[in-house]
């Protein structure tokens, strides 16, 4: 199956500092990456839709100046959290969908990178 | 917009048994597609198994079925011959159709806690 990778799986920052986040297709084209945001215990919400080469697609609520979404290519799409504190603290995943699927009818699925776990202090 | 509801938070069943899962969604699409997740420990999602809405055969793999019916809004998952690794937070999530605004989104309800007994 298609693989999607998530760099760096943990990290930890200072509050105040930013954190970049990077999702990539390994294995295929994504022209359409999303962006979750998982609390404990809890399910996942999406956060943004990612487009290669315009601009990200926020859902209500989610401030766009301080989670800055980039995809400049078909297999890479960055989430950079700015200016974090410690309510931003979460599990972050994305999930890509391959541009070449679907089209047979069938259900178009979405991969789903491994999580990125931040800790802001 | 779409809703997703899970109305069990937690569930159990003993190795080798058989356990459902119950999921029913609003909306007012009438083509969309549903799916289950799966979500270990890990926190890898997985993906279970995955319905069309205009198909009206139930599908399968392996161990795991769904009860689609469509005019209820109800997608339940079955698990049979439970097996410990099945062990994980199962989501179920909805997705509209590939038109429109929000289109190829995942809609996931608050999910399951399933616990497989030795």
């Known amino acids: 199956g298609a693989v999607v990778s998530q760099h760096p799986s943990r990290v930890i920052c200072k509050s105040g500092t930013s954190v970049k986040i990077e999702c990539r297709s390994l294995?295929?084209?994504?022209?359409?990456m999303f962006w979750y945001r998982q609390f404990p215990k809890q399910s996942l919400m999406l956060m943004a839709t990612?487009?290669?080469?315009?601009?990200?697609?926020?859902e209500q609520g989610v401030e766009k100046d301080k989670f800055l979404i980039n995809h400049a290519s078909l297999t890479l799409s960055t989430l950079t959290v700015t200016s974090a504190h410690p309510e931003d603290s979460s599990f972050y995943i994305c999930?890509?969908?391959?541009?070449?699927?679907?089209?047979?009818?069938?259900?178009?699925?979405?991969?789903f990178g491994p999580g990125t776990r931040l800790t802001v202090l | 917009a779409q809703t997703v509801t899970q109305s069990q938070p937690e569930m159990s069943v003993q190795e080798a048994e058989t356990v459902t899962l119950s999921c029913t969604y609003d909306?007012?699409?009438?083509?969309?597609?549903l799916f289950w997740y799966k979500q270990p420990p890990s926190r890898q999602m997985i993906l279970v198994i995955r319905q069309e809405a205009y198909k009206q055969q139930n599908a399968t793999e392996n161990r795991f079925s769904v009860n689609f019916q469509k005019a209820a809004k109800s997608f339940s998952l079955k698990i049979s011959d439970s097996q410990l690794g099945d062990t994980a937070m199962y989501f179920c999530a909805f997705m509209k159709p590939h038109s429109g605004a929000g289109s190829y989104q995942l809609t996931f309800g608050k999910g399951t806690k399933l616990s497989v007994i030795p």
């Open positions: 909306t007012s699409e009438n083509n969309y597609y």
């Open positions: 294995d295929f084209q994504a022209t359409t």
């Open positions: 990612s487009n290669e080469g315009s601009k990200a697609t926020y």
């Open positions: 999930s890509a969908r391959d541009a070449g699927a679907g089209t047979s009818g069938g259900a178009p699925e979405q991969f």
